[in-house]
């Protein structure tokens, strides 16, 4: 079949590649497995949205020293739902149109038990360096499938001009501290929202409601994957979100928040705080006519009931398509892309979370980057989302609850009842 033309692809022209490769006859060959890669050639890398900037920069210089084996960069859409969608349905086809892949960390095991990546080399691969917490998201059954790429831990993006003016001189660590702040900066006024979080029915809303429970005290399930979702605790931490869009602490708008329409609203002044990712903090510290808050702003760990927040643990890895060709080029393209040097320079271009240790600790990065301490601790801390194999169908459960109650089409209590029954029907 012919290689794809080196550009970056929408998603329409995505499907319609999938689409032609599902006939393209690939049963003429067998496809060799990561562990015994020995084809090289032109490969193809798999990612949502790339907003940082930084993926064509990390592919123009693979391309520069790798002239018959370049890289195509095939973006996805920004919704990691849909990123999702399009790579089990290039798994599914058997198709070779995706060969490195960037994964949500939490799709791993679903990936891995349903054979659509390839276990990979562990001893190639410098594991021996990167955080505890995201070595756990690459591992199914205590094999390899995958290397950390970028991490994440949720940050607490708030105006720092606002508060100095108000004379408070520490962000709030709690729920009620922040809603006191807010009274205190936001009276008299009525253009600008309290917070804002991610809260359209995506997988951005998952990540939220579980930062919301877990905060409270509360688990979605335990070590063992079983449903822990409806008790006191849990509730105490859904009742944070829904009261917060009854008393008007987060705007009506901020049910329609993704990531980047979130960031918008926060550089357009509409929001004094906001939760967000530390790829935002590069984005938002450049000047732009729309950008009302760079240089104004400032991190801090995520609130929660009693004290700061626990975040989700975020982040993407790299794993190798089942059905992919040219595995060995793969290989090599996943060491250099999960490179520390790469993780430095995806830190200083993009501000994206480092999986290398050392790097949180460096004093030249903590000058340049001061809230990096902060993301550490919040990475540390994290929960992870379910690691279930049905992911999908647990994330899509969780999403329904949590919107039926944020939306007041369900109470709290209705909505957790009904979570624990649909997640407990997924459990083996």
Not at 80 to 97: C, F, G, P, V, Y
């Amino acid at each position: 079949m012919s290689a794809i033309p080196r550009r970056l692809l929408p998603s329409t022209a995505v499907l319609a590649a999938l689409t032609l490769v599902s006939g393209c006859g690939l049963g003429a060959k067998k496809v060799e497995s990561g562990a015994d890669a020995k084809e090289r050639g032109p490969i193809t890398y798999a990612a949502g949205k790339d907003v940082s900037g930084v993926v064509p920069k990390l592919i123009k210089r693979w391309n520069e020293t790798h002239p018959g084996e370049k890289a195509t960069f095939i973006e996805l859409p920004e919704d990691a739902n849909a990123q999702r969608q399009q790579m089990i349905q290039n798994a599914q086809l058997k198709s070779d149109t995706f060969t490195v892949l960037s994964l949500d960390a939490v799709w791993t095991a679903e990936f891995a038990a349903n054979r659509w990546i390839d276990e990979i080399p562990r001893k190639s691969f410098p594991y021996d360096k990167t955080l505890d917490p995201i070595n756990g998201t690459v591992k199914y059954r205590g094999k390899y499938f995958a290397m950390p790429y970028a991490s994440d831990g949720a940050l607490l993006y708030y105006r720092k001009d606002l508060l100095d003016k108000a004379g408070i001189d520490e962000p709030p660590e709690t729920w009620d501290e922040m809603r006191e702040v807010c009274r205190k900066v936001l009276k008299g006024q009525s253009k600008m929202s309290c917070y804002a979080g991610q809260f359209e029915k995506y997988e951005g809303l998952t990540v939220n409601f579980s930062e919301a429970v877990h905060s409270a005290g509360g688990r979605i399930t335990d070590d063992k994957g079983n449903p822990t979702v409806n008790t006191p605790e849990a509730k105490r931490g859904l009742d944070s979100l829904v009261e917060g869009f009854r008393d008007g602490t987060m705007s009506k708008e901020a049910i329609t928040y993704m990531e980047e329409p979130g960031r918008r609203a926060f550089e357009k002044g509409k929001t004094l705080f906001i939760r967000q990712w530390p790829s935002m903090y590069g984005v938002s510290s450049n000047k732009g006519k729309n950008n009302e808050v760079a240089g104004k702003f400032g991190v801090a760990p995520i609130p929660g009931q009693d004290g700061p927040g626990v975040s989700s643990l975020g982040g993407h890895n790299l794993a190798l398509s089942s059905s992919a060709r040219n595995k060995a080029t793969a290989l090599d393209f996943m060491r250099y892309m999960t490179s520390e040097q790469n993780s430095r320079r995806n830190l200083n271009d993009g501000s994206l979370a480092p999986v290398y240790a050392d790097l949180y600790d460096d004093p030249d990065m903590q000058r340049k980057f001061p809230w990096l301490p902060v993301l550490k601790k919040s990475i540390l801390h994290a929960e992870p989302r379910p690691r279930v194999v049905q992911y999908g169908d647990a994330t899509t459960a969780i999403q329904d609850a949590a919107y039926a109650a944020l939306t007041g089409k369900k109470s709290s209590s209705e909505a957790l009842r009904s979570l624990q029954k649909k997640l407990r029907a997924l459990t083996p």
